[in-house]
């Protein structure tokens, strides 16, 4: 075990490391604690602390924690490099993906980082959409009752081939075919809407014609037998009139023969 500098530090476990700092601890075998307080209490744990003036403690064995009240970045650079940390951003990296101090990850989403657009068919889009069998499961690593909602990678990829896997599914493509599937279910409902309007442009036509109809045959008949509004005035005589008719029809064949 080793202490290689610092103030107040302690290391008392076989193996272990305090890195400098103040106040440090190392209390057990394969450990690692360096920086501001920071307490490596469990076998196989590394620990870092900043300059914040309080204890960063490790909670179990074979654990890697980290205080950087900061910001962390995470990325590739080919050349030299002073990682710029946001306001408002925790965890940043060099593809443009972060995670908000209030805990949304934001996925890198720019226009200028992207080529070869293709337009979708929406209406297309959620057809497919309706067809990938969605499910709950668990993970294996994940206790059976830890469960989850939604489709096999497996099955995204035969729908959609988006991504660079058939293993997995990206927030990316998730959110980008849910937007399509909505977009499509809007321009349905758009298009349903003017086939109702036209619809019922033609009922209220028909109703117009249908009321001169009984406005020109007069109104106020007899009370039907079901208690309905009696039928209008002109239909007594149109009744009539075919009484008639059948009455003479017979007979005008009976007199051709």
Known sequence: AAVTGGHLNTDSGDDATVDGGWGTTALGTYRFAAGLRAQANHNGAFVWGDATSGDISSPAPNTFIVRANGGFWFGRAATSLTPVIGPGIFISTSTGAHLTVGGAWSNASDRNAKE???PVNGEEILARLAEIPIQTWNYQAEDAAVRHVGPTAQDFYAAFGVGNSDTSISTVDAEGVALAAIQGLYQMVQEKDVQIAAQQEEIDKLAARLAAVEEA??????????GEPGLPGGWPLLGGLLVVGLVLWPRARAGGR
């Open 116 to 118: 070869n657009f293709v």
């Open 217 to 226: 045959m007069g109104k106020g008949g007899a009370p039907s037998r079901h």
